[in-house]
């Protein structure tokens, strides 16, 4: 047997506050040893988002604990880790800077190596986490502050095939939830209203529906929900329903069009013959049930295997950041300790990056295979 990686993974590019202990080897599936969230949820939801002051301290104020449980849940310590891996972009820079430091502290103290990890390949290898699924295959990364369909080649190999040009996917639900008077984080209760809800009885647009290419557009329907609250003037618990369930019912038309669209892309460039294709889910979004059941038919009709990672792997953790190291260590492509917090920071940038790490020889499908 492959001798296995156990990794530390911090995450604190948003509003949980996450350590976590993981342990397996490239293409997974991995085992927890531990997944510690402390979310913030309570401080943002009064300003019905994420403030990020408060949340640079709130990680301030935890980080210390929230490692150590994770070390202590796991019965490890951190001789015995191969590697700390911490999520240093995209994010709130604040709250990122936070996590990579403590990182590179822990790195230098036990003398581990650093990986100083994308949030979104942390997301996009998830499913190889949960269910150690082979690449290429078809990503659709719905969270709070990304909406994209991408072709996952490799490790640092990702090709974007559409994306929002506006509002992300979970920026939507939660501006509508707003817009209802519904609490923060949005996408929850969202969805839990439209359970309750006649989603015919407002009817909104589907941007994008029918376009070339596979890119998505969120702002017309926010502004359509808005307007639809304004025509129907004082809104009674049952029209809120309605239009959350108006609302969800729009977003899930709109991802299949999109997703289809993507699918004929991704079948093109890595189709073979007598072999389904493949398609994940990542982030927050990808926790909603109707959208997991969608894409369960759409997998279906479509001949793709689909790989759904549990709820609680889909929004913020740090196992999916610990994951994403262990698949970097096990190639080599480890980071030096001046790694810098990145605001921004791309998927498709990673590729450009493979080339600057030393001992990166055992890249599989270095180049990637796409035309
Ligand atoms: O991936 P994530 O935890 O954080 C980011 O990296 O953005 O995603 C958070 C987003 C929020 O917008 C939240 O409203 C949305 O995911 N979300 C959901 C659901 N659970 C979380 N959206 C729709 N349905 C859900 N069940
Ligand atoms: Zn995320």
Redesign the pocket.
Known sequence: MTAQFTVLGIET??D?TAASVVRGYPPGPGTLLSNIVATQMEAHRPFGGVVPEIAARAHIEVMDSVIAEALATAKISLNDIDAVAATSGP?LIGGVMVGLLSGKALALAAGKPLIAVN?LEA?ALTARLSGGVAFPYLLLLV????CQLVAVEGVGLYRVLGSTIDD?I??A??KT?KLLGLPY????E??AAAAKGDPKRFPLPRPMVGREGADFSFSGLKTAVRQSAITAGELDTQARYDLAAAFQLAVLDIVEDRVTAAMQQFRTKFGRPNEKGRIVAA???A???P?RRLLERMAERENFGLVLPP?PL???NAAMVAWAGLERLALGLTDPLNAAPKARWPLESLRENLDSYPNNGNRPVAGGTAS
Do not use: Q, Y
């Open positions: 590019s948003c949980e994010g949030h997301h969270s709070g502050g990304h992300a979970g920026e639900f939660d939830a984080p949005g996408g929850p969202i969805e982030g927050g979004v926790a909603n049930g959208l709820g889909c929004t913020d």
